[in-house]
């Protein structure tokens, strides 16, 4: 049997080294088709059953279950292994099977036994809860044990860039994905790593490509993901005058405003989310607003905040505050803290977030990791029709929130000539 393959996927078809592979890669670098490829040789060699994940079951049909079924027609081993629609499964004459579950029925993954090979198509659109599943469902008593993972890229906060790249959150670090752009396959640990892009498939006609390189003049992230197939910001920025700084140079900048506006922003939180104190100075004159500081802990009790913000009462700094939690605020006003509750009203979280564009620059110290990394990359959470929520966004930035009470009473003078500064 021969089948003529793209050059740069012929390793992987026949590496099993590794528990994990995943590969990333841009649209029509022929990355599903080579998995496909690699599990059909595989179950013709041992006798495995294999599960293939997609988010929605009712895709598999016109995708994997499409693909194997082509990869049996062109190797001409139809006679050999059965195609069954219904259920749909792959039966080879040694005992393999593949079969197809989604993530949207999880139910019928319950009577899963067995399985050894787990692949996990378009993994982004999978829930990280469902990644976690599925590792326990990869088990047998014999076999050795193996999961693939291929998607598109998307932005920096898919859990597929936080598992398999870095969270800095959790201050975990892994591979740096510009290594594997680079590198193109890297192993770490026990993972196999693998980078694609339409380049790589000597299959497609220039036309696909020159589609692909359109997409840079009406859509550059779409370009980023699909032409290039690399992790970045999927969406429409918040705040894209946001720069980060080495703190010594924003100290610099602040001492050489004349008489900054200081100030103290905090937001509440506990379990999942975050306490998260701000301080910032505001170049009024130059609209500029610098963030040299940040506090940043979940799960602290009041007691436990006062104890680590003691330094607030000494420099008697006002903090301004979530005024959703009075009872934290008076616990810390009877501690000895200036902390006053912010204003809140209907539409204050838009008009919140359009006082920050407002300033020309936002620019954050490398002292608060925290801040960069949730309002470097912040892009709004769309409706279902695909526009911008303009209140709303893709993560919740405990950080953001924090400045949104700080500013509290201050406003930026309008870019085309509106209200000046109020201070309260």
């Known amino acids: 049997m021969q089948k003529e393959v793209n050059p740069h996927f012929e390793d992987f078809l026949f590496d099993w080294n590794q528990k994990f592979q995943f590969l990333v890669g841009g649209y029509g670098s022929s990355k599903s088709y080579h998995v496909a490829l690699k599990i059909i040789l595989k179950l013709l060699t041992e006798k495995r059953t294999a599960l293939v994940v997609r988010e929605v079951y009712d895709t598999h049909r016109d995708s994997t279950f499409s693909l194997f079924e082509e990869i049996v027609n062109d190797l001409k081993l139809d006679d050999k292994i059965r195609c069954v629609s219904s259920p749909m499964q792959i039966r080879f004459p040694n005992g393999s099977k593949i079969i197809f579950k989604g993530m949207d029925k999880p139910a019928k993954l319950k009577s899963v036994n067995n399985i050894s090979l787990v692949w996990l198509e378009e993994c982004s659109e999978i829930k990280y809860a469902g990644f976690k599943e599925l590792l326990g469902r990869l088990r047998h008593p014999t076999l050795k044990l193996h999961m693939i993972l291929s998607t598109n890229p998307v932005g920096e906060d898919n859990w597929t860039y936080l598992h398999f790249f870095k969270d800095d959150v959790k ?254």
């Open 171 to 424: 201050k975990i670090y892994i591979l740096d994905d510009q290594d594997l752009y680079k590198q193109r396959t890297i192993v770490v640990g026990d993972t196999y790593y693998h980078h694609s892009t339409a380049d790589d498939n000597l299959f497609l006609p220039q036309s696909y490509i020159e589609q692909l390189e359109d997409m840079e003049s009406y859509d550059p992230d779409l370009h980023r993901i699909a032409r290039h197939g690399r992790f970045g910001i999927n969406g429409k920025r918040v705040l894209p005058q946001f720069e980060e700084w080495q703190h010594e140079k924003v100290m610099q900048a602040i001492n050489d405003v004349y008489r900054p506006i200081e100030r103290v922003g905090m937001d509440f939180g506990f379990e999942d989310s975050f306490n998260a104190v701000i301080r910032m100075a505001i170049d009024h004159k130059e609209k500029i607003l610098y963030i040299y500081w940040q506090y940043y802990k979940n799960q602290m009790t009041d007691d436990k905040t006062a104890e680590e913000l003691k330094e607030f009462k000494e420099t008697r700094e006002l903090i301004i505050a979530d005024s959703a939690e009075p009872k934290a605020i008076r616990y810390l006003k009877q501690s000895g803290f200036r902390i006053k509750g912010a204003e809140k009203f209907p539409g204050s979280r838009l008009a919140n977030t359009k006082k920050v564009k407002r300033f020309k620059k936002v620019i954050c110290s490398s002292n608060c990791p925290d801040v960069v990394r949730e309002l470097k990359n912040l892009t709004y959470k769309l409706d279902k029709n695909g526009n911008i929520i303009p209140d709303e966004f893709k993560i919740d930035p405990h950080t953001f929130s924090a400045i949104w009470y700080g500013l509290d009473g201050y406003e930026v003078s309008d870019l085309k000539g509106g209200a000046v500064s109020i201070l309260k």
